[in-house]
């Protein structure tokens, strides 16, 4: 659905509402000042009872406030409390402080999050939420709140693609590079662990880089 068509229902919506809450006050006040005959010719019948334009309230109103003066004050009242709770309504779907909220089960279901593969995001009540697409994944959360035990780590020994951790603590590699090793080549790199894989380009010229581990031990060749 395009803005405009958006608009233009909105707009129907409460043109449709106002005009019922009119049309409503207008049967109301004729019933209460007992139909008479002063009030007009109604448009039509239904029933036997008498239905009068939604407007022709305005017309009493001026003609007859002053006979009836507590009859047109609560046909007003009437007209306001159904706005008030149009408005009311309306107020769980405003935007004045933005349109961020939780998805619901359809949303999600719509945007795809409940395959059995991909980027874990959370859990729906039993479901997980998981990212299987080319779109961006980032979280975005304080130090200690769980991005890693959360996020990372459950997605690393599912993923089937590569990935580069910056894994500051050594959390990931210690939980899941075990397991992802059975399928992956999985390459340490930290300068301040002795375990960690390394290279220098410098003494490349004597083919260190041939004899690293890793190129030894798979027999792949960089050529």
């Known amino acids: 659905m395009t803005p ?12 449709a509402i106002v005009i019922g809450g009119l049309w409503l006050s207008t049967e109301w006040v004729a019933a209460e000042l007992g139909f008479q005959r002063r009030l007009g010719l109604p448009w039509f019948e239904v029933l036997s009872l008498p239905v009068y334009y939604p407007w022709r309230l305005f017309e009493w109103w001026y003609a007859f406030d002053g006979y009836a003066p507590t009859v047109f004050n609560k046909s007003g009242i009437v007209v306001a409390v ?4 149009w408005r009311a309504r309306q ?17 999600v279901e719509a945007a795809r999050l409940l395959r059995p593969a991909g980027v874990f995001l959370g859990r729906l009540k039993d479901p997980y939420l998981r990212h299987d697409g080319p779109e961006h994944v980032m979280p975005f959360a304080p130090n200690r709140s769980g991005k ?7 997605t690393l020994p599912f993923w089937p693609g590569s990935a580069v951790i910056h894994d500051i603590k050594g959390d990931d590699w210690q939980l899941t590079a075990g ?14 662990d002795p375990r960690s894989d390394r ?3 410098l003494l490349d010229r004597e083919g260190a880089l041939e004899r690293h581990p890793y190129w030894e031990k798979t027999g792949h060749s960089l050529l």
């Open 82 to 85: 159904i706005g008030s709770l």
């Open 91 to 107: 107020s769980r779907l405003a935007t004045t402080y933005g349109s961020f909220r939780w998805a619901s089960q359809s949303e």
């Open 179 to 192: 397991w992802r090793a059975r399928f992956s080549h999985c390459l340490l790199f930290n300068l301040t």
């Open 148 to 154: 890693g035990v959360g996020l990372v780590i459950p």
């Open 199 to 201: 290279y220098n380009p």
């Open 4 to 15: 405009t068509r958006f608009l233009v229902g909105q707009f129907l919506v409460v043109f």
